[in-house]
């Protein structure tokens, strides 16, 4: 597995989106491989090559496992430090590693639909084993052999009442590997799920972000709207005071001249003001 790249910068997210992508496609390998071995164990009847498939399909399984969580945590990295990011940079990264996630969340589901499928086909192959040597078994007492952690003892208590003993012992050990092939696909089912539901709730959250800065960025866009308009009032109301000022000093203007003429008019004796004066006398 490639070590994370330093997600703190733009290139170095982008080369970690990259090694997630490599990472998501060796785990669908991983599970062609898996695939193949349940495929070709499902048909086997040689003990020797069942114990060499079992060991290969543990390999297999752990490696992916592994893999899994890797990608699980990784993303989680990201996810924390995409709020430390700028707008435009920060919808980048998320829409990167959303496409990451849901490749990712369909590459779990695949792997447990056929674990699922292959977990059916393996018990109904130990109920036909069991049916060989025991034709009257109910469903019940498969279910119990299958699922008991004791299948052994289950097995043989339920053969002593069988028909055909001869086989039993042959088929004893064909339900004794097919139940452990069953609990560690159960036990793969399990961790799948707990998987699957830790990424579906990371995709969840991060939902949860995007609408908390949606919903920001139309309260602020809200809030630069009715700015804008108090600006836009502010400035006519400006404008409107700034007229009525200049109205006032021109009127003011007017007055003082008129005020000057009058005064100078009767003050410095127009002779029009003094022959009326004169007559009077």
């Given at each position: 597995?490639?070590?994370?790249?330093?997600?703190?910068?733009?290139?170095?997210?982008?080369?970690?989106?990259?090694?997630?992508?490599?990472?998501?496609?060796?785990?669908n390998e991983n599970i062609d491989e898996i695939e193949q071995i349940h495929n070709s164990a499902l048909v086997s009847f040689n003990e020797q090559q069942w114990t060499q498939m079992s060991a290969d399909l543990d390999r297999w399984k752990n490696d992916t496992q592994k893999r899994n969580l890797d990608v699980k945590n990784r993303l989680r990295a990201i996810e924390a430090s995409n709020g430390q990011f700028n707008k435009s940079d920060g919808q980048i990264r998320r829409?990167?590693?959303?496409?990451?996630?849901?490749?990712?969340?369909?590459?779990?589901?695949?792997?447990q639909d056929i674990e699922r499928s292959y977990q059916q086909k393996y018990?109904?192959?130990?109920?036909?084993?069991?049916?060989?040597?025991?034709?009257?078994?109910t469903e019940q007492e498969i279910d119990n052999i299958i699922d008991s952690d004791e299948s052994n003892q289950v097995f043989t208590q339920s053969l002593m009442q069988?028909?055909?003993?001869?086989q039993a012992r042959a088929v004893l050990s064909e339900v004794q590997n097919r139940h452990d092939d069953i609990k560690k696909i159960e036990k793969t089912i399990v961790e799948l799920h707990q998987l699957f539901m830790d990424m579906q709730m990371l995709v969840e959250q991060q939902g949860e972000t995007i609408d908390q800065i949606?919903?920001?960025a139309e309260t602020t866009?809200?809030?630069?709207?009715?700015?804008?308009?108090?600006?836009?009032?502010?400035?006519a109301s400006a404008?409107?005071?700034?007229?009525?000022?200049w109205c006032c000093f021109v009127i003011c203007i007017i007055l003082a001249v008129v005020i000057a003429?009058?005064?100078?008019?009767?003050?410095f004796g127009h002779p029009g003001v003094g022959n009326n004066t004169n007559n009077n006398q």
């Open positions: 597995m490639q070590p994370p790249s330093d997600i703190h910068n733009m290139q170095g997210f982008f080369d970690e989106i990259e090694k997630l992508k490599d990472q998501v496609r060796v785990i829409s990167q590693s959303a496409a990451i996630k849901k490749r990712f969340l369909d590459t779990i589901q695949r792997y018990r109904q192959r130990v109920e036909r084993q069991i049916r060989i040597v025991k034709p009257e078994a069988a028909s055909r003993r001869g949606e919903e920001h866009a809200v809030q630069m709207e009715e700015g804008t308009k108090f600006v836009t009032r502010a400035i404008r409107a005071t700034r007229h009525k000022k003429i009058l005064v100078w008019w009767f003050a």
